[in-house]
């Protein structure tokens, strides 16, 4: 099967021949991570460890729009000066709640494994995203994640960094899910593994990104009522067809379930 990544910086890749007794997963799952495996901002939900659980006025007032990353620096520098600790951080994560039908959607994929390679595209950080998925059980499932850097510094300050830079002018700053993608199945397809299908499941604008670079073949789940969808329904209206991939929103994971469990019927 040829997927063409033209319009995205990529040439077109051709599916490769790999080995026989290690057959690579038919499918590709991308997951977004905050309001889509989570039901919350994981950015917005740390500032419970905070004094007061409330910033303020003055470090709110520095936010820019497309420079959330570095504000959130400027969060996390004023949250260590108050005191707060690695510890007080991994409880808040740990006890983020998953979205309505994540925890089934996630049994069916372990269920079902060797048929999806599943990655994770995220503009949280990996401190955060790994507490909360290793607590709800789920970090296993993940063939790679890829989020902005985080640790904490000698004087136990949590720290923040950028993903990488880029070019693309409709992403933040330090991140576009597009690029991470796109050169994510490059490299996938240099190690001989090509993908029948993408299926994309995410909520915000920086998804809306790399959703547009998804064939006809693919698939994307936008949240119904958040910006990935808004976005797509716009596309559609103002250039019919421009959006290639298969649109399917959800308000609980339960619809991506049902529709992945149809795939896989019409496969038998």
């Known amino acids: 099967m040829k997927r063409c990544c033209e319009g995205v910086g990529l040439p077109c890749l051709f599916k490769g021949v ?65 005191g707060v600790k690695m510890g007080d951080f991994k409880t808040v994560y740990e006890n983020i709640p998953l979205s309505p039908g994540m925890p089934d959607l996630f049994q069916f994929l372990s269920k079902n494994h060797e048929l999806f390679e599943i990655i994770l595209i995220s503009d949280a950080n990996m401190f955060g995203i790994e507490c909360n998925l290793r607590a709800a059980g789920f970090y296993s499932l993940f063939r790679k994640i890829f989020s902005n850097p985080s640790s904490f510094d000698k004087r136990g300050y949590f720290t923040l960094g950028p993903y990488h830079s880029h070019k693309c002018l409709d992403c933040p700053a330090n991140m576009c899910k597009r690029k991470i993608l796109t050169e994510y199945l490059a490299e996938r397809a240099q190690e001989e593994v090509e993908f029948e299908r993408v299926f994309y499941v995410g909520d915000g604008a920086n998804d809306f990104c790399p959703s547009v670079a998804l064939t006809s073949a693919d698939v994307a789940f936008p949240r119904k009522g958040y910006p990935m969808h808004r976005m797509t329904q716009e596309m559609e209206k103002n250039q019919p067809g421009a959006f290639q991939a298969t649109v399917i929103p959800w308000e609980s994971a339960a619809e991506v379930t049902r529709y992945l469990q149809e795939v896989l019927k019409k496969k038998c």
Request: aromatic fraction near 12%; glycine fraction near 6%.
């Open 18 to 82: 790999g080995m026989a007794s290690l057959r690579p997963p038919k499918y590709l799952l991308v997951f977004d991570f905050d309001e889509t495996i989570i039901n919350e901002n994981s950015d917005d939900s740390i500032v419970r460890a905070a004094p007061g659980q409330a910033l303020p006025e003055h470090i709110r007032q520095t936010f820019r729009e497309g420079f959330y990353n570095e504000y959130m620096q400027r969060v996390l520098a004023y949250m260590g000066d108050q």
